[in-house]
């Protein structure tokens, strides 16, 4: 090969080895050698023989090459006259962009207004974790998931209607799922609602997402609880909230510091079963002012029930939603933590006002979780594999809690445990004189992962400590746990 175009080629490196063909990989070099300019319009590329014996391949795969980026237009073949490259990138050829970290002259796309300002309140790292261990939040006992009862169903769905589990699915969601959650709702939350009013989405936090594209306007302010929900305040901050930290106390939500910051708010965002992260269940008294103050703001109260199955405490409160009369209250349920997380799986019930926009919503663009998932647990909840798994887990995790606070005796007066009456996380508060992100990592470098108290709050808060996970730790992990943050140098500043 004895012109320009020629020395080019000769620089091609084809590996053998590679999973990708020699033949797509002569196309995507020769694709990459024109577009980067190497090749220029109007070039003439060597006759398919040459290149064969240049690049050491077969004419046959030379020909497969060429012949694509004949398709795409890329090179052009003039009968008896050989083959260019065409003239067309000439006039159209795209800018070029080097894609390298250290390039600093290309300009950042620009971001929406909404965005930009919202990143400035994210929570830091509110991604989740997939790996369970001793104080790891969010992760339900995936250990104790019923894995046979799970596989037998989803192969029989495999086997069944090919269209009801391919095909593209209801809108709002599997309608068999959407009547078994109205059904476990009534049975454990005390929750009357129609199916209709259910929407499924792909969890939690898409539920938050869509409720704030529906209700708020940019700078519509937000009541968050403080600390609160992570995910959740960065889903509301995304659809323009401004968003209102609230204290919270041991009976929830405190209403008072919301109406003397925000009395004028849209939605109010509230944890009642669980708070999250200090494990409070909202008082009967505090409920009905929260109902009170939306009902005067003429906003909505979006209640998170993220764990709210797993109770184990002695009077168990209903629903905020189950006591809503003036139809205020926008449900939001997960099986993230029912289940397991990876299913992407939630759902929203909303009330019957709300149900003409959530229908055109969802009917118009939103897309759901697969239908062969929402089959599934839709069976897994009609076969009643459900309830029978939230009542061992139940069981489960109230041992697993009682183990924690047994074992966590040692660390009195250095971190200290709190009491909670369910779900699989709690708070533990660091004695003031210790140094939060010396015990994180300390503890990290022993492989004990603690999420801080900070990372749920939007407003700083006083108290120092960490959301405790103990849910997907066996007994002895957590005991193992518990030794490790003991003997942290930091901690045992305080111990001895
Ligand atoms: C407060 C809260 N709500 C909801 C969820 C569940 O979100 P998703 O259903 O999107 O997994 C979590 C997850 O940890 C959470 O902490």
């Known amino acids: 090969m004895k012109n320009a175009a020629g020395a080019l080629l000769s620089s091609i490196q084809l590996d053998r080895n590679s999973r990708v063909s020699v033949s797509v990989q002569l196309y995507q070099a020769l694709r990459e050698l024109i577009l980067s300019g190497g090749l220029r319009a109007g070039?003439?590329?060597?006759?398919?023989?040459?290149?064969?014996?240049?690049?050491?391949?077969?004419?046959?795969?030379?020909?497969?090459?060429?012949d694509r980026l004949v398709a795409e237009g890329m090179l052009v073949s003039k009968v008896g006259a050989g083959t260019y490259v065409s003239d067309t990138l000439e006039s159209?050829?795209?800018p070029q962009i080097v894609n390298d970290t250290e390039t600093t002259n290309v300009p950042k796309p620009r971001l929406s207004y909404t965005i930009s300002h919202a990143q400035?309140?994210?929570?830091?790292?509110?991604?989740?974790?997939?790996?369970?261990?001793?104080?790891?939040?969010?992760?339900?006992?995936?250990?104790?998931?019923?894995?046979?009862?799970?596989?037998r169903i989803s192969a029989r769905h495999m086997r069944g209607e090919r269209g009801l589990v391919m095909g593209y699915g209801e809108p709002k969601g599997f309608a068999p799922l959407r009547r078994a959650i109205a059904m476990h709702l009534k049975a454990l939350k005390g929750i009357t609602c129609d199916p209709e009013q259910i929407y499924i989405t792909t969890g939690a936090q898409q539920a938050f997402s869509l409720i704030g594209r529906l209700f708020l306007n940019p700078g519509d302010r937000v009541w968050m609880e403080n600390p609160g929900a992570s995910?959740?305040?960065?889903?509301?901050?995304?659809?323009?909230?401004?968003?209102?930290?609230?204290?919270?106390?041991?009976?929830?939500?405190?209403?008072?510091?919301?109406?003397?910051?925000?009395?004028?708010f849209r939605l109010a965002f509230v944890t009642p079963s669980h708070q999250q992260p200090l494990g409070h269940v909202m008082s009967l008294a505090r409920r009905f002012a929260l109902l009170q103050a939306v009902e005067d703001a003429q906003g909505f109260v979006v209640e998170d029930d993220y764990d709210g199955e797993f109770y184990f405490g002695n009077s168990p409160q209903p629903a905020l939603?189950?006591?809503?009369?003036?139809?205020?209250?926008?449900?939001?349920?997960?099986?993230?933590?029912?289940?397991?997380?990876?299913?992407?799986?939630?759902?929203?019930?909303?009330?019957?006002?709300?149900?003409?926009?959530?229908?055109?919503?969802?009917?118009?663009?939103?897309?759901?979780?697969?239908?062969?998932?929402?089959?599934?647990?839709?069976?897994?909840?009609?076969?009643?594999?459900?309830?029978t798994h939230i009542r061992m887990m139940r069981r489960l995790y109230?041992?697993?809690?009682?183990?924690?606070?047994?074992?966590?005796?040692?660390?009195?007066?250095?971190?200290?445990?709190?009491?909670?009456?369910?779900?699989?996380?709690?708070?533990?508060?660091?004695?003031?004189?210790?140094?939060?992100?010396?015990?994180?990592?300390?503890?990290a470098e022993r492989d004990v992962t603690l999420a801080p108290l900070s990372r749920y709050c939007l407003a700083p808060i006083e108290q120092k400590g960490f959301a405790l996970g103990f849910g997907s730790a066996t007994p002895e992990e957590i005991r193992k746990g518990v030794d490790v943050l003991r003997d942290l140098p930091e901690v045992r500043k305080k111990l001895v």
């Open 43 to 66: 070039d003439r590329i060597p006759a398919t023989r040459t290149l064969a014996k240049e690049t050491g391949v077969s004419r046959t795969t030379v020909i497969d090459a060429v």
């Open 321 to 387: 939603r189950s006591i809503d009369t003036g139809e205020r209250v926008i449900f939001v349920g997960t099986f993230s933590k029912s289940l397991f997380p990876s299913l992407r799986l939630g759902f929203t019930v909303v009330p019957h006002r709300m149900i003409e926009a959530f229908d055109r919503l969802f009917a118009s663009w939103v897309s759901g979780p697969p239908t062969m998932t929402q089959a599934i647990v839709a069976d897994f909840m009609d076969e009643g594999h459900f309830a």
């Open 231 to 264: 995910g959740a305040r960065n889903a509301l901050l995304s659809e323009g909230a401004e968003l209102v930290p609230v204290d919270v106390d041991a009976e929830g939500i405190v209403v008072e510091d919301g109406l003397k910051k925000a009395p004028h």
């Open 120 to 151: 400035e309140s994210f929570a830091p790292r509110a991604w989740l974790p997939h790996k369970a261990g001793s104080f790891v939040t969010a992760l339900p006992a995936l250990d104790a998931f019923p894995v046979a009862h799970w596989s």
């Open 398 to 443: 109230k041992a697993r809690f009682d183990t924690l606070m047994e074992a966590s005796e040692v660390l009195k007066g250095a971190i200290d445990v709190q009491p909670t009456s369910g779900g699989f996380h709690t708070p533990a508060f660091l004695a003031s004189e210790l140094d939060e992100a010396k015990v994180i990592a300390q503890a």
């Open 92 to 94: 159209q050829r795209p």
